[in-house]
């Protein structure tokens, strides 16, 4: 098995602009976007590369990297003698070409001269924004003893939900013998149920059809990897995968567990608001496969008279005379009495500022980084580095999708406090 992992290289795709996750999204990209109060979402990739055993992993990126190459540049540093990396490839005008990346495929296809690839290796390509932990060691097994050319991860979904997404019609030996992109027809849906030997393997024993929706994830040879890219197409999952449908062996890999693709506001939030259930789809205490993320050395979080249910506090907070409910209270966050929070992500915040630094703002009636007195906040995140006054009311009830007031949003029924952003003493929306 050594062997195997050794010939195992990971690529991880960076995301493209992310204007569903706007404003989170204005200026850092999706992979970047702090995720359970300490994390990134880029964490959650790289971690189930490491914890297969697979470290040599490269990530793509284009759009707003600065904070996206800053985590990986602070968090991801490997012991000389284990060779292992995580090595940024940006996007970059040649010679030869200055297109930016077109699509997911052509991100692998202009970095192919950076990335030694050998004809008998596997390449795993994977998603930077997406929430699951997969045993990928399991992934690339069935690619090799399947004898694939390429295999597709795919997601166990109730076959109700199964128009959301690209579904796979497999055989009990793992081909995939078709693709249909959300078929919406009920009789064209059951076709593409999982036979009776693939759902057996599925958890829930109830009689429900279930269908396999791609998760965008692919185990490749290196030589077809090669030679599906020797061509104008742009992206795997549109182009790539239709394509070669007809040229190789294609097989799929049956996933059963929590995945969610972050792909919107809604369910960015709600994946958040997950973790502080009490057994959450999602297990972030997992000591056999962590999660990792970068280390900061912060103080233990402190609360002071506060009154708290189901909810998470990071690492350096200090929350005084404050009432969680559902909440996630992010790194460095500072609430400073007599608020109440509920279903509030706050991301908290890059540094702490100094007792000089507050007595300043205090001069200028600017807020202090974090929560001031009396403040009530509902169905909210809270982006980092935000400026909260006293007595301010904040809750999306009532607003229409996209309104947006200063720094303030409205998305998918949430409200959303862009970075850096101030909101004045008595504010209330």
Known sequence: MARLKSKVCCIIMGGGRGTRLAPLTQVRCKPAVPLGGKYRLVDIPISNCLNSGYNEIYLLTQFNTESLHRHIQESYHFDYFSKGFVEILSAEQTQVSDDWYRGTADAVRQNLKHIPLQDDQTVVILSGDQLYRMDLEAFVKQHSETQADITIAAKAMPAHLAYQFGIMEVAPDWRIQRFVEKPQDPELLKSLYLCSDLRSKVKDTSDQPYCMASMGIYAFKASVLKACLNSEHHDFGKDI?????????????????????????????????????????????????????????????????????????????????????????????????????????????????????????????????????????????????????????????????????????????????????????????
């Open 241 to 429: 995968i239709p394509q070669a449908l007809n040229q190789y062996k294609l097989c799929g890999y049956l996933f059963d567990d929590y995945w969610e693709d972050i792909g919107t506001i809604a369910s960015f939030f709600e994946a958040n608001l997950m973790l502080t259930d009490s057994l959450p789809a999602f297990d972030f205490y997992n000591e056999i496969a962590p999660i990792y993320c970068k280390q900061r050395n912060l103080a233990a979080s402190k609360l002071n008279s506060c009154t708290v249910d189901h909810s998470i506090v990071a690492e350096g907070c200090i929350v005084t005379r404050t009432q969680l409910n559902r909440c996630i209270i992010g790194i460095r966050s500072i609430i400073r009495g007599g608020s109440q929070l509920e279903n509030v992500y706050m991301m908290g915040a890059d540094h702490y500022e100094t007792m000089d630094q507050m007595a300043e703002n205090e001069s200028h009636h600017f807020p202090n980084i974090g929560i001031g007195k009396d403040c009530y906040i509902r169905n909210a995140i809270i982006d980092r580095n935000v400026r909260i006054g006293n007595n301010v009311r904040l809750s999306p009830e009532g607003k229409p999708n996209e309104f947006q007031q200063g720094p303030i949003h409205v998305k998918d029924g949430i409200l959303i406090i862009e970075k850096n952003g101030v909101i004045p003493d008595n504010t209330i929306l």
